[in-house]
T-cell receptor, first 118, second 112 residues
Framework: EAGVAQSPRYKIIEKRQSVAFWCNPISGHATLYWYQQILGQGPKLLIQFQNNGVVDDSQLPKDRFSAERLKGVDSTLKIQPAKLEDSAVYLC????????????????FGPGTRLTVL | QKEVEQNSGPLSVPEGAIASLNCTYSDRGSQSFFWYRQYSGKSPELIMSIYSNGDKEDGRFTAQLNKASQYVSLLIRDSQPSDSATYLCPLPSRGGYQKVTFGTGTKLQVIP
């Protein structure tokens, strides 16, 4: 079974530029997460989709970050314009969970995209 | 109050010893608990999941859940240098939507 795919793996941009990350979850996984992990910290949830609907984006800086999940499968996360403090690893994860209630399900993480903003 | 409290370490143990990692949580409604391992520069990967009070064993790893005392722990027996990593225990939020909250994790160093 193929895992979660992410691209690119590394990205270096200058501040005020824009950048986009792509994620392809495990086939059949209804829930998709985007996390930001700053060095030395745990993953911070940015946005969570269930199928193609957003169920949590409370920690997404909406003035500069946006995300979409087309047809409930692939997802893109965009930053425009980037700031120095956006330098981090952006992790995409997916889980089978296809309903709002019930116990949380195992999350499977992609390799991440390491973003450096200069 | 933080939803999850975890000792950030680092926790150093000699090779062959038992490493004990702990998480306490505040949401009594949490139903499922996980331990992830994250090597430096890598993504988190699931080690154990536990849903019921008591112990769950998988090889050298034992997860312990005590819902009354609101803690979940991970024991690593016969620790190996390859166990050196950061261990994360995300805790689910009540209200559904499968959301979990990660703390900073506990960094474990196994000294040869």
């Amino acid at each position: 079974e193929a895992g979660v795919a992410q691209s690119p793996r590394y990205k270096i941009i200058e501040k005020r530029q824009s950048v986009a990350f792509w994620c392809n979850p495990i086939s059949g996984h209804a829930t998709l997460y985007w996390y930001q992990q700053i060095l030395g910290q745990g993953p911070k949830l940015l946005i969570q989709f269930q199928n193609n609907g957003v169920v949590d984006d409370s920690q997404l800086p909406k003035d500069r970050f946006s995300a979409e999940r087309l047809k409930g499968v692939d997802s893109t996360l965009k930053i425009q314009p980037a700031k120095l403090e956006d330098s981090a690893v952006y992790l995409c994860a997916s889980s089978l969970a296809d309903r709002a209630g019930g116990p949380a399900d195992t999350q499977y993480f992609g390799p991440g995209t390491r973003l450096t903003v200069l | 109050q933080k939803e999850v409290e975890q000792n950030s370490g680092p926790l150093s143990v000699p090779e062959g010893a038992i490493a004990s990692l702990n998480c306490t949580y505040s949401d009594r409604g949490s139903q499922s608990f996980f331990w992830y391992r994250q090597y430096s520069g890598k993504s988190p990967e699931l080690i154990m999941s536990i849903y019921s009070n008591g112990d769950k064993e998988d090889g050298r790893f034992t997860a312990q859940l005590n819902k009354a005392s609101q803690y979940v722990s991970l024991l690593i027996r016969d620790s190996q240098p390859s166990d050196s990593a950061t261990y994360l225990c995300p805790l689910p939020s009540r209200g559904g939507y499968q959301k979990v909250t990660f703390g900073t994790g506990t960094k474990l160093q196994v000294i040869p």
